[in-house]
């Protein structure tokens, strides 16, 4: 007894103060170190996506009562409001207009998860959480403020040992003013992480995408691979299909505090690791051309500027370059546009707004998810398949009588306008004139069957494989499709008149951009069907090349995408020379539909105009072409929604296409 009684006297009162102090200095907590997402650049090495350091401001729990709790929250906000610095508000009510921001099930939900009786008024509820949080002595104006801060605690699993961010982004001045504080301001940690940037702000938006705070749901989905609470994640784009690439791991570093939260040792314990980066195919200077003569083309049209003749209607359209060697996509815009920065940091409610409420939907990508009747620029298909076929003889000439007698009898555009007819005309010069009569008489001849496998061959009705989610597949106008539909209810029967309807691109016939492209792409290739990509490299932070073949069909079999070999369109060698000596008359002779658009443009161009209707509105613009006609490099695809008519969207083909080879020719010249 007396030895122990000696022991105890030595350990509380002789070296008392020694323990008590190791004690409080020996409490330690493991903490994530920021990594760096990678970088994403463009075909060339430009830099377009980086990121760059930020600090937050994070709290840990500490022996504090609740009074303590909010008295340090209150100064917190006080600097941060003084240095013009936001923090965290997800509390689900806003304060100062007294309003719910959810409704119907999703606030039956919330009130149920926080215990709060469903027939509760707004009144009640924040009452209900002043007094959870023990706020009542507080002034009005300060418990609106303290109180978002002490939810986000709440929800972020804030222990001793997990921190709780409550400010992303903060300033220098804020930071510099907390640490002066640091003796009355305990249990706060200053984390170091990455913030992203968009260095070109809407340019190349809807291929890219944004980040932002990852979800509750996409929180329980990922957490087995390590995912925060807190943690930022790829909200669409490449930034979202190449989330697993991107994303830097984080490492850990072990810090030693004091009971009052006060840090008085760092050491790191395994290091981060930066994402890797992404090289597009995309050239960025091509990209800039192309949206900016996409929103050109569009204002023009809209405003009358062209033919004097205005589509107030037209406000929305799409763009897409391909190489046709390689399959490559070395443009594609999709208008209008939004600003990926503003999403970063978690986007305001006005912006919100007005993203989401803009009936032009600024964030929907058309390029690979608008679908569209093509109209006119189908009409490769349909004489490619009557030629090949044995339907109709590649110089057989077909008399254009204005009205076609068989189902709803359709008529020429020419007659419709004009009273008038093409006459005799061949494979080649119905191209060029765009005689719908034509192809009304060869589709009757081998019905539509003929004509919906051809599509399917050039790659019409499926995905084109784009490393991006959600591309749509489109549909080929079929009896497959007809069938298909009244399995679901429909009650729809194939006539006559669906397949002559089809032939000339319309009837169930939907595609997006892109895959027009693609089906340009592959007939400028003479059949030769593509690998179409987006994705030029991807590399290591410490540069070194990745697989980059087996990372795209990875991303491809995630987004949805097929990567089986596609097998290339056969087509003779007289049937490719009639229908491109068509599409070359297009833009080349006189009586092609957009002649005088492409008269002495310098380098030959093949195309074709197609003017669809919408549904609803103004009909849809349409022009598709390649180029140079001899040897085919790029294939340029425009559409303007409810544009009036295909001829008009020629011109910003040509606009693209002389930003092509000027840039080329200057690349080559300086070699």
């Known amino acids: 007894m007396l030895v122990l009684l000696g022991r105890l006297f030595d350990l509380q009162i002789v070296n008392g103060e020694k323990y008590r102090a190791q004690s409080e200095r020996k409490l330690t907590r493991e903490v994530s170190t920021y990594a760096p997402r990678g970088e994403i650049y463009d075909r060339n090495g430009t830099l377009l996506v980086t990121s760059e350091i930020e600090y937050n401001l994070e709290l840990y729990k500490t022996k504090k009562t609740n009074q303590e709790l909010n008295v340090l929250i209150l100064k917190l906000i006080n600097i941060l409001e003084k240095n013009k610095d936001d923090y965290y508000n997800n509390f689900p009510i806003d304060l100062l207009k007294k309003e719910f921001k959810l409704e119907g099930d999703d606030l039956s939900k919330w ?36 109180l978002p801060i002490r939810y986000e605690l709440s929800n972020s699993g804030y222990t001793n040992y997990r921190a709780t961010t409550i400010a992303n982004n903060i300033s220098l ?30 340019t190349l938006c809807h291929i890219i995408g944004y980040t932002g705070k990852i979800s509750d749901t996409e929180y329980e989905a990922r957490k087995e691979d390590g995912y925060r609470r807190t943690d930022i994640i790829g909200k669409s784009g490449i930034e979202s299909s190449f989330e697993k690439y991107l994303r830097g791991i984080r490492g850990t570093k072990r810090l030693e505090m004091d009971s009052n939260g006060i840090i008085n040792y760092e050491e790191e314990i395994e290091k981060s690791k930066m994402g890797d980066n992404i090289y597009l195919t995309i050239d960025i200077n091509l990209q800039q051309k192309t ?3 996409l929103k050109d083309i569009i204002q023009q049209i809209h405003d009358g500027k062209i033919n004097g003749l205005k589509y107030p209607d037209a406000a929305t359209g799409a763009a897409v370059i391909l190489d046709v060697k390689t ?4 443009s594609i815009a999709s208008y209008p546009n939004y600003n990926p920065q503003d999403f970063v940091d978690g986007i305001n409610n006005d912006e919100y707004q007005k993203y989401f409420n803009d009936k032009n939907a600024p964030m929907y990508n058309r390029a690979i998810q608008g679908l569209y009747p093509p109209g006119s620029t189908y009409k490769m298909i349909t004489g490619i398949a009557g030629i090949e076929s044995g339907f109709v003889g590649v110089n057989e000439k077909i008399q254009d009588k204005g009205v076609f007698y068989l189902g709803h009898k359709p008529a020429c555009w020419i007659w419709n306008s004009r009273r008038q007819t093409h006459g005799y005309v061949d494979a080649m010069g119905a191209l060029k004139v765009s005689c719908n009569y034509y192809y009304y008489e060869i589709a009757s001849r081998m019905g539509i069957d003929t004509i919906a496998k051809y599509a399917r061959k050039f790659g019409l009705g499926e995905k084109t494989g784009i490393e991006l989610y959600g591309e749509a597949k489109g549909t080929v106008s079929s009896k497959e499709y007809v069938a298909e539909r009244n399995k679901n209810g429909a009650n729809l029967t194939w006539t006559i008149g669906d397949t002559l309807s089809s032939a000339i691109g319309q009837s169930y016939n939907l595609y997006t951009p892109l895959q027009m492209a693609y089906y340009i792409s592959t007939l400028a290739n003479k059949g030769v069907r593509t690998d179409l990509t987006i994705i030029k490299n991807v590399t290591s932070p410490s540069s070194n090349n990745l697989d980059v073949t087996n990372i795209k069909n990875e991303v491809k079999e995630r987004v949805g995408a097929s990567i089986e070999p596609k097998e290339n369109v056969e087509i003779s060698k007289t049937t490719l020379d009639a229908i491109f000596e068509g599409m070359r008359s297009v833009t080349g002779d006189r009586g092609g539909t957009v002649y005088g658009t492409f008269n002495n443009f310098p380098v030959e161009v093949a195309g074709k105009t197609g003017t669809a209707t919408s549904g609803n509105g103004s009909d849809n613009a349409w022009f598709v072409g390649f180029a140079p006609y001899d040897n085919p490099e790029i294939a340029v695809v425009v559409i303007v929604e409810h544009g009036g008519h295909g001829y008009f969207t020629a011109r910003a083909v040509r606009d693209i296409m002389e930003t092509y080879f000027e840039y080329n020719i200057d690349s080559n010249d300086n070699q």
Request: glycine residues 4%; aromatic residues 10%; proline residues 0%.
């Open 327 to 330: 399959g490559e996509v070395l």
């Open 291 to 293: 949206e900016e003569v």
């Open 111 to 146: 009130k149920k998860d926080n215990k709060i009786k469903e027939e509760s008024t707004i009144d009640d509820v924040i009452d209900y959480f002043i007094k959870k949080y023990e706020l009542e002595d507080f002034q009005e104006e300060e418990k609106i403020r303290i």
């Open 173 to 202: 001045e804020s930071i510099h003013e907390i640490e002066e504080n640091n003796h009355e301001l305990s249990g706060i940690y200053i984390s170091k992480d990455t913030t992203r940037k968009y260095l070109y702000g809407t």
